[in-house]
């Protein structure tokens, strides 16, 4: 308030960056992405534990947080993941004040889309099932969904039936979510080091007790293991291994056009997912790479399929030029559900395993996160998706529940 009205000439930086990490820390947190930054915040603000530190090998956000497509939302099957993800959202809901950082959440309505009459019952079926859960959910015929977004074309190649709307979904400014973190973490006391790679971890009576880095050994009480698509890198530096594959996910942005998408639309039968930013950019993405990569930038046949469904259904973007692309890796899981719980190796945490959709998730892993290495155990909400669930065949499976990807 003061800067707007002074003309914006005395920000300083918003955190404070460290050069060089001290040798020892109770903490130290692997990745500056939201999850990471959040695990560092929650450990400082809900436990005291200040003596942590951020070790990011590129620059904090850099990663998959600085790279998605902003959405937010809770619309998932099965009550476990609902438990969590709808109190990420919750938290989403007042992190601006919590921060004190505009994060701009922006609750405009995640529609999803149908194309067939089954595509309406899978529909009904997940709107059930979101009410059941206690989250917001209504069930859009073809005429409300043209009220809902009047640019929808409902008639085209795959006519559209109709869909569902959750309106407490919508998205949030995903760099603003790591800064606003970092910012709040490194005034509590935590520290940040940035260009600082993990190499190597050092491993004595099968218990983590140093981090080995390119700016040399960090001794460590514990370690949170926070790097989404280099999970499974990191895990075989410990000795372990991790069901993940890293796949590359790709989105783009349009030029600028005057406002005329207010929802946030999601259409997997088309591969399809698009907003528009506060910059009058269209936001769009859509499918993962077909195969295993670790190539931030997505491939051609994939960015095919996404703009075809997406002038399909929005035929007023059929002559935007699209002004870049990229990619992320991301974590993937074959129950498409994340992972929170200790690690094979004692006194580490793993929290990964996001997939295509942890930003949504970031207030709510990193709450648990350091729960769990402030107690020792689970909180209840992350207990169903401890890495135990691979051997106990207790997954949570959201890519067959709900079709989601990640
Ligand atoms: C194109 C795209 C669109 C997406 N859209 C959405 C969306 O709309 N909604 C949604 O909810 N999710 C979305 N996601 C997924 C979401 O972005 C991720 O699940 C989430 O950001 C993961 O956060 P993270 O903190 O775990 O990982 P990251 O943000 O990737 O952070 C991990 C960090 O670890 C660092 N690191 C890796 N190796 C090392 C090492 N050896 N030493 C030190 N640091 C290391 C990396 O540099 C990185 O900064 C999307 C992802 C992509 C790629």
């Given at each position: 308030?003061?800067?707007?009205?002074?003309?914006?000439?005395?920000?300083?930086?918003?955190w404070?960056?460290?050069?060089?990490?001290?040798?020892?820390?109770?903490?130290?947190v692997i990745g500056g992405g939201g999850h990471g930054l959040s695990t560092a915040y929650h450990l400082?603000?809900?436990?005291?534990?200040?003596?942590?530190?951020v070790?990011e090998?590129g620059w904090i956000g850099g990663g998959n947080t600085g790279r998605n497509t902003i959405t937010i939302?809770?619309?998932?099957?099965?009550?476990?993941?609902?438990?969590l993800y709808?109190?990420a959202l919750?938290l989403y809901?007042?992190l601006?004040?919590e921060l004190?950082f505009?994060i701009m959440v922006?609750?405009?309505?995640?529609?999803?889309?149908?194309?067939?009459?089954?595509?309406?019952?899978?529909?009904?079926?997940?709107?059930?099932?979101?009410?059941?859960?206690?989250?917001?959910?209504?069930?859009?015929?073809?005429?409300?969904?043209?009220?809902?977004?009047?640019?929808?074309?409902?008639?085209?190649?795959?006519?559209?039936?109709?869909?569902?709307?959750?309106?407490?979904?919508?998205v949030a400014r995903h760099d603003a979510v790591a800064w606003g973190y970092a910012r709040a973490a490194?005034?509590?006391?935590v520290?940040i080091?940035?260009?600082?790679?993990?190499?190597?971890?050092?491993?004595?009576?099968?218990?983590?007790?140093?981090?080995?880095?390119?700016?040399?050994?960090?001794?460590?009480?514990?370690?949170a293991l926070c790097v989404a698509g280099?999970s499974?890198?990191?895990?075989?530096?410990?000795?372990?291994?991790?069901?993940?594959?890293?796949?590359?996910?790709?989105?783009?942005?349009?030029?600028?056009?005057?406002?005329?998408?207010?929802?946030?639309?999601?259409?997997?039968?088309?591969?399809?997912?698009?907003?528009?930013?506060?910059?009058?950019?269209?936001?769009?993405?859509?499918?993962?790479?077909?195969?295993?990569?670790?190539?931030?930038?997505?491939?051609?046949?994939?960015?095919?399929?996404?703009?075809?469904?997406?002038?399909?259904?929005?035929?007023?973007?059929?002559?935007?030029?699209?002004?870049?692309?990229?990619?992320g890796?991301c974590d993937?899981?074959?129950?498409?559900?994340p992972?929170i719980?200790?690690?094979?190796?004692?006194?580490?945490?793993?929290n990964c395993g996001w997939g295509t959709g942890g930003f949504k998730a970031i207030p709510a892993g990193g709450w648990l996160t350091a729960?769990?290495?402030?107690?020792?155990?689970?909180?209840?909400?992350?207990?169903?998706?401890?890495?135990?669930?691979?051997?106990?065949?207790?997954?949570?499976?959201?890519?067959?529940?709900?079709?989601?990807?990640h």
């Amino acid at each position: 308030m003061d800067e707007a009205a002074a003309g914006h000439r005395g920000w300083g930086p918003h955190w404070t960056d460290r050069a060089e990490p001290l040798p020892r820390y109770d903490v130290v947190v692997i990745g500056g992405g939201g999850h990471g930054l959040s695990t560092a915040y929650h450990l400082a603000r809900n436990h005291g534990i200040r003596r942590v530190c951020v070790v990011e090998k590129g620059w904090i956000g850099g990663g998959n947080t600085g790279r998605n497509t902003i959405t937010i939302r809770s619309n998932y099957f099965y009550p476990e993941s609902v438990a969590l993800y709808d109190l990420a959202l919750r938290l989403y809901e007042r992190l601006s004040v919590e921060l004190n950082f505009n994060i701009m959440v922006s609750q405009r309505g995640v529609v999803r889309l149908a194309h067939s009459e089954a595509d309406m019952e899978l529909c009904a079926r997940f709107v059930n099932a979101m009410l059941l859960n206690g989250v917001d959910a209504e069930l859009l015929d073809e005429a409300a969904l043209r009220a809902e977004i009047p640019a929808l074309n409902t008639r085209g190649r795959y006519p559209l039936f109709g869909g569902y709307v959750q309106r407490r979904a919508g998205v949030a400014r995903h760099d603003a979510v790591a800064w606003g973190y970092a910012r709040a973490a490194t005034a509590m006391g935590v520290d940040i080091v940035q260009n600082c790679a993990v190499q190597g971890f050092e491993i004595e009576g099968g218990r983590v007790v140093a981090v080995n880095t390119e700016k040399g050994r960090i001794d460590c009480g514990q370690v949170a293991l926070c790097v989404a698509g280099h999970s499974g890198h990191l895990a075989a530096m410990a000795g372990f291994r991790l069901p993940i594959t890293s796949m590359c996910l790709q989105a783009m942005v349009s030029e600028p056009v005057k406002p005329f998408l207010d929802r946030v639309i999601m259409d997997p039968p088309t591969g399809t997912y698009v907003s528009q930013s506060d910059k009058g950019e269209l936001v769009v993405g859509g499918g993962l790479d077909l195969y295993p990569s670790y190539a931030q930038r997505g491939n051609w046949p994939v960015l095919e399929t996404v703009v075809a469904g997406l002038v399909d259904i929005l035929p007023a973007a059929s002559n935007l030029k699209m002004m870049r692309k990229w990619g992320g890796i991301c974590d993937m899981v074959h129950d498409s559900s994340p992972i929170i719980g200790p690690a094979p190796v004692g006194g580490m945490v793993l929290n990964c395993g996001w997939g295509t959709g942890g930003f949504k998730a970031i207030p709510a892993g990193g709450w648990l996160t350091a729960h769990l290495i402030a107690h020792g155990e689970h909180h209840p909400v992350s207990r169903p998706f401890d890495l135990d669930r691979f051997a106990t065949g207790r997954l949570i499976d959201e890519a067959a529940a709900s079709g989601i990807a990640h």
